[in-house]
């Protein structure tokens, strides 16, 4: 692509600056209320991509509309794809797919935002497709690393290249025919499982993963939905056949609230004294709420409440009241499973008596920002007792000061997990660079308000 060289030297240039600031803490009185939370993320990009991919016509419900999953959207639509948004809020919608084969080449680049699930995805998709794409994202995406991705895709017959010889966007995939692999993952990433799988897809002959450790399973649980089997053996290796299309299933997809978003206000809940919260149809697949491991080994109380199903994923209110926390040593069996929910957990640890043990979280440092030290350095500048290291932290729990601005580094997480530390400072805390916060939770300071929370956007 002709654009190539001047993008890689944006993503080069640019410096991380998401703008918009929030202003928290601390909490005037107990948290109180029921809140629904946004659709899941990570099924709302793996349900409008398969939809995309599949033969006849999707319904999705509960679509989170964030800005990562617009992306997603974006994209496809940007390949011929047509999406109608039954609602203004664009959490319903209905995808017109155009099969496997029916993808068109872009005109353009392809811009994921700051989407790492988006692209890595993406990059499954893409090698299947008989033409080129490069695709693209912000600041903080550029610094992300893509070989995790672009490597097996190259084992199965694509042509990556771009930054850093294809490890840093914007990345250019040459797609066409691919051949299946048995491909053992180095690293515990449902992206880099679910690209492999996507890859599959288009593959002559059976593609297998084998992970490191069990990651979110979201992929494996949606395809057959779509028509498309995958079987996970007694060994965990995970064996996808291609069937040669995907159709669209009869019934609306219907996507659960999000673990990830519902883990803010159960922390929150879980540190301001007297506070009694019920997160409403929250997503308790069994490999993404390691977080709620976490918090009740922390002494955290928690209840599930009307436990059910929506299509494949299990669901549960979770009802959340105030307990003094306690630091523990972190399982490292939990970590794959909670690794997007750290930060929140992070703050919940500064407050928590006794230590906080992480190790064998390397993967937080490459997620939006390093997510160690960014954490670190926040908690670190509202008084917290912090020791970085190089795949973890321990954290003294104790009383945060606040009275300090911190930078959330276009992080979105940061800038939540900060906003919920806030609440039990002393003199409350700045964050800037909290816009992200609309790639993943748009609505999160409206919710943060309604369950008491002292949290708002500065509009000076």
Not at 143 to 152: C, E, H, I
Not at 195 to 221: I, K, M, Q, W
Not at 227 to 243: R, Y
Not at 320 to 325: H, I, K
Request: include cysteine.
């Amino acid at each position: 692509m002709s654009g190539l060289k001047n993008t890689e030297r944006a993503c080069e240039e640019q410096r991380v600056n998401a703008g918009g600031t929030l202003i928290a803490g601390p909490a005037a009185g107990a948290l109180k209320g029921r809140v629904t939370v946004p659709g899941d993320k990570s099924m709302s990009h793996r349900a409008v991509m398969l939809a995309s991919l599949a033969d006849g016509t999707t319904e999705i419900h509960g679509f989170l509309p964030g800005e990562d999953n617009l992306a997603t959207a974006r994209m496809f639509v940007d390949m011929g794809v047509t999406i109608d948004w039954l609602n203004s809020e664009k959490t319903s919608l209905r995808v017109h797919g155009v099969g496997l084969h029916g993808l068109k080449q872009p005109s353009m680049m392809l811009d994921a935002g700051n989407s790492g699930t988006c692209v890595r995805l993406m990059t499954g998709v893409l090698a299947g497709q008989p033409f080129t794409t490069t695709m693209t994202g912000d600041a903080s995406l550029c610094k992300r690393p893509m070989k995790r991705v672009a490597d097996p895709a190259r084992r199965m017959g694509a042509v990556i290249d771009g930054a850093d010889g294809g490890n840093l966007l914007p990345i250019t995939i040459k797609g066409g025919a691919l051949e299946a692999i048995h491909y053992i993952s180095e690293v515990a990433s449902a992206q880099v499982k679910s690209c492999v799988l996507l890859a599959g897809l288009f593959a002559d002959g059976e593609t297998t993963v084998v992970e490191p450790r069990p990651t979110r399973d979201h992929t494996e649980r949606m395809l057959p939905l779509f028509g498309q089997p995958v079987h996970v053996d007694e060994a965990g290796m995970i064996h996808l056949n291609p069937t040669g299309k995907l159709t669209a299933p009869e019934e609306p997809i219907h996507i659960p609230a999000d673990p990830s978003s519902a883990s803010f206000f159960a922390v929150a809940a879980s540190l301001v004294p007297g506070s009694d919260i019920t997160l409403e149809r929250i997503g308790m697949n069994p490999l993404r709420n390691g977080w709620s491991r976490i918090l009740s080994d922390m002494n955290g109380q928690m209840e599930l409440q009307n436990e059910g199903a929506v299509g494949e994923e299990a669901v549960a209110d979770i009802h959340v009241t105030y307990q003094q926390l306690a630091g523990i040593n972190v399982n490292p069996v939990d970590v794959p499973d909670s690794i997007d929910e750290f930060p929140v957990l992070f703050a919940a640890a500064s407050l928590a008596d006794g230590e906080f043990l992480l190790s064998e979280a390397e993967e937080l440092r490459v997620k939006e920002s390093d997510r160690i030290a960014v954490m670190a350095r926040a908690l670190m500048a509202a008084g917290a007792d912090v020791e970085e290291r190089s795949d973890g932290v321990r954290i003294k729990g104790g009383v945060l000061k606040g009275g300090c601005r911190v930078d959330a580094e276009g992080d979105h997480r940061i800038a939540m997990a900060m906003a919920v530390a806030a609440q039990c400072s002393g003199a409350g805390i700045t964050i800037e660079n909290a816009a992200a916060i609309a790639t993943s939770f748009p609505g999160f300071v409206v919710l943060a308000q309604k369950l008491g929370m002292n949290v708002r956007w500065d509009d000076g």
